[in-house]
């Protein structure tokens, strides 16, 4: 399959995390017994040595106003990180800003972000301490980009429940400390994992010191070769229990045998931009 991104003299290697982090292959696993050896058993799962994908990215306010952006990302495993860049392709006012992610093996190195915006023609290191804002807009915060790190979090198995005809876990996940609030912007997550395998298919987030939450729900799935990729992802965020505003994201075009270029995932290549 050809990608427009992929047409430079440097094919383009392109990602996003959060599609990563919830990409699973079917486990015949037995039962876990309790919230942490099941969300152990969802963070042991494969991903795709590699992908590229086309993300519809449809932002939705409180008026039912929408503004549609179009991106083209591809993901690359590499021996101490998942690592993935992504450029905008539309609407003009976004076009060539891109977002450049190494999400690190080992829990005790803080992932690394980057922000490219064309009009600067530079790239800025994403603090820490910026990780719970809005990416570009969207109810997705740059700390939603990157995989959880399963010790950040403690674990209780609230109990069973069904989504659909699926039989789920529900699995409270509370902030092991104020860091990782700080980074988050979230105090506790309750997780539906589905039982058949182990796919993370809907999350509440818990936002800190208001009465704010963030949802999220993947309501289609697509088996290829093995993985569960999902195909759409609707991101919701409430105030007091009303939705204020909503994102989803509509995967196309993947591609799970594109031609990469590992020395592409670095911040020279962020930032020749498009």
Do not use: C
């Amino acid at each position: 399959m050809k990608h427009e991104l992929l047409n430079k003299p440097a094919h383009l290697s392109i990602g996003i995390a959060i599609l990563s982090t919830i990409l699973v292959l079917t486990s015949t696993s037995a039962q876990a017994e309790t919230g942490r050896e099941i969300m152990a058993e969802v963070d042991a799962q494969p991903t795709p040595e590699v992908m590229a994908s086309e993300i519809t990215m449809t932002l939705i306010d409180r008026n039912s106003n929408q503004r549609v952006r179009r991106l083209q990302s591809l993901s690359r495993t590499f021996e101490d990180s998942e690592r993935s860049l992504m450029f905008f392709l539309e609407p003009s006012d976004v076009r060539g800003t891109g977002f450049l992610s190494f999400d690190y093996n080992d829990p005790q190195l803080s992932d690394d972000q980057w922000l490219f915006l064309p009009s600067m023609n530079r790239s800025r290191r994403i603090a820490g301490s910026d990780q719970s804002s809005s990416f570009m807009g969207s109810d997705l915060s740059y700390a939603d980009m990157s995989s959880r790190n399963l010790d950040d979090w403690t674990y209780e198995l609230l109990g069973e429940d069904r989504v659909g005809d699926e039989p789920v876990w529900l699995v409270r996940a509370t902030a092991a400390d104020n860091d990782v609030i700080d980074r988050t912007g979230y105090t506790e997550s309750v997780i539906y994992v589905q039982q058949s395998n182990y796919q993370v298919i809907r999350a509440i987030h818990s936002l800190e010191g208001v009465n704010e939450r963030k949802l999220i729900n993947i309501p289609e799935w697509e088996h290829r070769d093995g993985y569960w990729l999902p195909k759409v992802m609707q991101v919701v965020s409430q105030e007091g229990g009303q939705t204020v505003h909503r994102t989803q994201l509509t995967f196309s075009d993947i591609d799970l045998d594109p031609e990469i270029s590992a020395s592409e995932f670095s911040i020279q290549r962020l930032e020749q931009g498009l």
